[in-house]
């Protein structure tokens, strides 16, 4: 039974970047018919807040990420406390003394003489009395994990065969001199005790995943299958740090006003094989979802892309979908509006805008008093309808030898007061003939 997690830290926002996480892992849950475990890694009980944790939730139910079990870390300390005992017990974790400063002038020195700055276990060699009288001398231990020092391999569902070598790592620390968890523990501890099968997390990563793998073995589990996406990079290839890259889900959807749906279709294809389409529902992203798409090299995230992607989900978006929402932005015209608009809308509360054109009322820009006069005679009677436009405009070329531009544009001036807009064609049984003869008389209407 596939069961997945996806584990963020409340000490922040989630974005585009961390979110990529969450969908694949919800996907991949999905598409097996597994579980998604949604798990809120507070061991860092300085820094992590309810706000950022209520926050995440919200955000994910917001994109239609829903999750089948969730749990905090802070509940478990004691789960925590018994497998550091089981590794200390197995030597496998062991104190160390050094202190900020200390292990920096270690690093630095090593570096000096062109060695990697790695650890170097003075402390597994210290004596019951030296370790009495650091403690004497009231300093309190950290505690590191004795890697093994062979390389550790797994066939990556991303990256495809992995080797690390942990012989050039440094033993992570994995709980510090005030008793506090650093994340790898708690995080191999829940992984074992949850059953997670697959660990889908950021290529960032990849090397912890190393560690923990010798940790699962020590703590007598058996490590999950590993995927390590590449992570995401701004359009041209940089940091992706600009404009709505940088942005948190809550300001795409409460400053920018984009659709989840948007976000979810282009988080869930950059990066992979497959094009980036626009999706109405999770279901059509599970389809062609398979983790063996992604590619290795990082993912171009574009903001354009991004408006586009939430543009065209509006221009196929059926009246049904629309409703309720339009109905929150008191913008809910009936479906005919919302089919003349549709086309024009690049975020959901342009809806507004353009659907002013119909109601307005409308300040008709008439340049050519004449033209006006003569377009409300030719103006086709009774109650307008979708040839209108066709047989009033024809009626008109023939009448003034008006074509194109010069025909059309001061039409749409005079009726909507804007030079561009949804199709005139649509829009004019919507106005109706009595606001259009308003207009055409330059009235505001
Ligand atoms: N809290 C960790 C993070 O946000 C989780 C990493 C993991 O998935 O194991 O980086």
Redesign the pocket.
């Known amino acids: 039974m596939t069961k997945v997690r996806f584990?963020?830290?409340p000490t922040g926002k989630l974005h585009v970047g961390?979110v990529r996480?969450a969908i694949f892992n919800y996907l991949f849950a999905r598409k097996s018919g597994g579980t998604f475990v949604l798990r809120i890694?507070d061991t860092d009980v300085e820094r992590s807040t309810q706000a950022f944790e209520d926050g995440i939730r919200a955000d994910l139910t917001w994109l239609g990420i829903s999750w089948d079990e969730t749990f905090k870390q802070s509940d478990r300390f004691d789960r925590y406390a018994a497998a550091a005992e089981k590794l200390k017990a197995e030597g496998l974790l062991y104190p160390c003394y050094e202190t900020g400063d200390e292990l920096d002038r270690k690093r630095r020195l090593q570096m000096a003489n062109g060695r990697p700055p790695v650890y170097d276990r003075a402390a597994l060699a210290l004596t019951d009395d030296e370790k009495a009288a650091f403690e004497a001398e009231g300093r309190k231990p950290h505690w590191r994990f004795k890697l093994s020092g062979n390389p550790v391999q797994w066939d990556d569902m991303v990256r495809g065969h992995v080797s690390i070598a942990t012989s050039s790592l440094s033993d992570p620390i994995l709980i510090r001199e005030d008793g506090s968890y650093l994340?790898t523990l708690p995080?191999v501890v829940d992984d074992i005790e949850a059953d997670i099968t697959h660990?889908i997390?950021g290529e960032d990563?990849t090397t912890n995943s190393g560690a923990q793998i010798e940790i699962f073995e020590a703590l007598g589990g058996k490590a999950p299958l590993f995927g390590h996406q590449a992570l995401l990079v701004g359009a041209d290839g940089g940091k992706l740090s600009k404009r709505l890259g940088s942005l948190g889900i809550q300001e795409l959807r409460d400053a920018e006003g984009l659709e989840p749906m948007a976000i979810m279709s282009l988080l869930a294809k950059i990066g992979t094989s497959d094009p980036v389409d626009a999706f109405a529902d999770v279901d059509g992203l599970l389809e062609g979802f398979d983790l063996g798409k992604l590619s290795r090299s990082p993912a171009r995230f574009d903001d354009e892309e991004l408006k586009r992607v939430n543009a065209k989900l509006l221009h196929a978006m059926p009246y049904a979908a629309a409703q309720p929402r339009l109905a929150e932005l008191g913008a809910d015209k009936g479906e005919a509006v919302w089919e003349a608009v549709r086309p024009n809308l690049e975020i959901l509360a342009d809806v507004k805008a353009w659907a002013a054109l119909i109601d307005g009322p409308v300040t008709p820009v008439i340049e050519e008093a004449d033209y006006a006069a003569v377009a409300a005679d030719y103006l086709p009677a009774g109650e307008l309808d979708s040839d209108s436009w066709s047989v009033w405009t024809n009626a008109l070329k023939e009448a003034t030898g008006r074509k194109g531009k010069q025909l059309f544009m001061p039409l749409r001036l005079m009726l909507t007061g804007e030079p561009r807009g949804p199709e005139m064609a649509v829009l004019l049984p919507l106005i109706g003939r009595e606001t259009v003869l308003k207009r055409l008389a330059g009235e505001a209407a």
Do not use: M
């Open positions: 584990a963020p830290s961390n996480t890694d994340y995080s660990i997390r990563h």
